[in-house]
């Protein structure tokens, strides 16, 4: 009985669907449409997707070509001003070669004026290309004449010459979607497969229709008095569409949540790779299938493995540098050390080298990535060290779904050693043996050997990003204190500090830390260690700060961590369906002393308190000691994992919310004895 209800729940929603994808058109708003004022399904929403309709389709162009034509019609309602970023919308389009991805639009904005529709049209000097890479451009419109209660509309055509190619179905937006109807429809000479996101599930349905397509062929023929002839002939032939129907409503927004690597990681949508293209009268061609067919069709580019045995340019710097360098550990930094500084990374991402390749951007001292670590690849390869390039698909790139060249999107280094791999960024000029920055950490990386074999590797570091925090303080009769405070940072922490702030003027850097920590007020700073990246980044302050502590009568609260409490749970959703990223696996210890008044003594302190997250993920410690006339306060928060999966998020937000509690409780101090 059960399995009958949810049939027909599922047959009435994609029929109720249907019914309604037929009944909007593009141009016909309604005046309910323009009068709502909330989104039903979420009130706090500033904006909705009323309706979002996509079609892709095959066509043959006038050569006889396969095209793949995606017809995308959107109608979204601004329900305040903070809802009109919806109003703009880029669109990729891909292009290699001269063969371009056409483009074509129509978009309107709608608003009501006393009880009549006003319509105003998206112009076409309201288009805007944008060169965003090599091979990627845009084109970017935003909708005129926006208020508060407009609808903007827009139905944009994009035409494809790259028939292996669909684009994935995006199913999931920042704001709400009401309706979404989407159909697919791929001729039976390409095969694909799809793989619906697994986080927010969305269902699609497959099936099989015959279309009919006519094929027009034109001869010409020299007749009496030389003229010429055209005949033109149609063929009508029937062939059959793999058919994907995807119809769905009110899919709640993507809510921005802490410590995600990529948000869009984690949207609803669909993607389609191909698999293999099989043509009536010619040799089926087989698509890669597996991350081992990718990593040998990269290896072998002339713009990736080719640019490894190019050494000439660099052998004698290469000589100089390992010159006195007696282990392995000497050269892998020093050949490191030297690359970081010989080519300055121009910021473009990409696993392959330009066209000018590795050469040039050693000659001129800047490259992209892979012309920088490629070279870093090669120099370590020749010292003889087990060298190999890693590709790496970056945090905002997202995690590929299937085995696809486009999966990857950058390229490091890997030495191998007998007991693990050594990960180098070279365009990163903090980082360190395996201390990647935050960009790379991105689940795996595959490591690709020149004998052809290739193997995943962890892009997570082994070890802890610490932030320790040593205050020694001391508290006057008028609740204000001052002391030194000593901040020492290593790993990612490290890297990530060096990174925001080594550049800062001493002025400059005094204001971010006392922005940071609840607006004490730096008298004297130093850094220690802040070029030696063998080294943790130590940071020394001389600070007071006044109005730190309460006083009622004759008592004084104190916070048992004074300014550095933690005031906020950063875990604001009841649910979360994707994990929690930190990018490593961290750890934050704070040690206090603070020397109390003459007169006063302590009448009461929190109890010590601890707390650990299940399968040894993390924990939480405080502890409060009184020695004479000082407070000892030691923390030590600790997580043992870089992701701590969506099951364990209900006890991480507890975790968080039991120490915040905890901190709230106060150290009591009475004048007097207590």
């Known amino acids: 009985m059960k399995i009958k209800i949810a049939f027909l729940l599922i047959s009435v929603l994609f029929i109720t669907t249907n019914i309604i994808a037929q009944n909007v058109k593009f141009g016909k708003v309604t005046k309910k449409e323009l009068e709502e004022k909330f989104y039903p399904e979420d009130t706090v929403a500033n904006a909705a997707v009323l309706y979002k309709n996509r079609r892709t389709f095959y066509e043959l162009d006038a050569d006889y070509q396969w095209v793949v034509k995606t017809v995308v019609h959107e109608r979204i309602k601004l329900y305040n001003k903070d809802g009109f970023k919806n109003a703009t919308k880029k669109v990729g389009l891909y292009s290699k070669g001269g063969d371009d991805e056409l483009f074509s639009i129509k978009a309107y904005t709608y608003n009501l004026k006393g009880n009549k529709i006003e319509k105003t049209k998206l112009e076409k000097s309201g288009v805007f290309k944008e060169d965003m890479s090599k091979n990627w451009k845009s084109r970017n419109f935003t909708l005129p004449n926006l208020k508060d209660g407009s609808i903007v509309e827009w139905r944009y055509t994009i035409t494809s010459p790259y028939y292996a190619s669909i684009n994935d179905v995006s199913c999931q937006y920042k704001i709400p979607i009401k309706y979404l109807d989407v159909k697919i429809q791929i001729p039976e000479y390409f095969e694909f497969k799809y793989l619906p996101s697994r986080y927010y599930p969305i269902k ?14 034109k001869t010409r023929s020299v007749g009496g008095f030389s003229v010429t002839k055209t005949k033109t002939e149609y063929d009508d032939i029937k062939i059959t569409e793999n058919t994907y129907v995807i119809n769905e409503m009110n899919i709640p927004a993507l809510k921005d949540e802490p410590y995600v690597n990529n948000i869009y990681n984690y949207r609803a949508k669909v993607a389609f790779e191909i698999s293999a293209y099989r043509p009536t009268n010619g040799i089926t061609k087989f698509y890669n299938t597996t991350w081992e067919d990718v990593t040998k069709t990269i290896y072998e580019s002339q713009y990736f493995g080719e640019q490894l045995n190019k050494k000439s340019h660099y052998k004698d710097d290469l000589t100089n540098i390992t010159n ?52 870093l690849v090669s120099m370590l390869k020749e010292a003889g060290l087990s060298a190999s390039p890693v590709l790496v698909s970056t945090r905002a790139h997202g995690i590929p779904l299937f085995p696809t060249k486009d999966g990857y999107n950058y390229v490091i280094a890997g030495v191998e050693t007998q007991n693990r791999v050594i990960l180098l960024d070279a365009t990163e000029k903090y980082s360190a043996p395996n201390i990647l920055p935050l960009r790379d950490l991105n689940w795996e990386g595959r490591l690709i050997r020149e004998n052809g074999s290739s193997t995943t590797v962890s892009l997570y570091p082994s070890k802890y ?31 990530q500090y060096r990174d925001n702030y080594a550049s800062l003027t001493e002025d400059e850097l005094i204001s971010k ?36 502590v309460d006083i009622i009568g004759d008592k004084m609260y104190i916070s048992p961590l004074l300014f550095l409490s933690t005031s906020e749970n950063p875990f604001k959703q009841e649910e979360r369906l994707f994990p929690v990223d930190y990018g490593s696996a961290w750890k934050k210890e704070i040690s206090i002393t603070i020397q109390i008044p003459e007169g006063y003594s302590v009448a009461s302190k929190p109890e010590d308190f601890s707390l650990a997250l299940p399968d040894n993920l993390g924990s939480y410690i405080l502890k409060t000691e009184v020695i004479g006339n000082k407070i000892n306060v030691t923390s030590q928060t600790k997580i ?20 915040i509690d905890n901190q709230l409780e106060k150290i009591v101090l009475v004048q007097g004895q207590p």
Request: hydrophobic share 35%; charged share 25%.
């Open 324 to 375: 006195g360098t007696t282990s392995q550990n000497e050269k892998i930094i020093s050949i490191f050390n030297f690359v970081k500084n010989k080519i300055k990374w121009n910021e473009e991402y990409g696993k392959y080298v330009s066209i000018e390749g590795i050469k040039k951007a050693y000659k001129d001292g800047v490259g992209n990535v892979a012309e920088i670590n490629l070279t």
């Open 513 to 548: 830390i006392e922005s940071n920590n609840n607006a004490i007020e730096i008298e004297k700073i130093r850094l220690n260690n802040k070029n030696d990246l063998s080294k943790p980044i130590v940071e020394m302050v001389k600070f007071t700060r006044d109005n730190q």
């Open 640 to 659: 043992n994992a870089a992701i701590i999966g969506a099951n364990h998020y209900k006890t991480l937000k507890g975790l968080y919310k039991k120490a």
């Open 204 to 217: 699609v349905k497959k099936s099989q229709i015959r279309k009919g397509y006519t094929i027009t062929s």
């Open 465 to 495: 990003n610490t932030k320790k925090i040593k205050l020694s303080t001391k508290l006057d009769s008028e609740g204000a204190i001052s002391g030194i405070m000593m901040t020492t940072y290593t790993n990612l922490n490290a890297l």
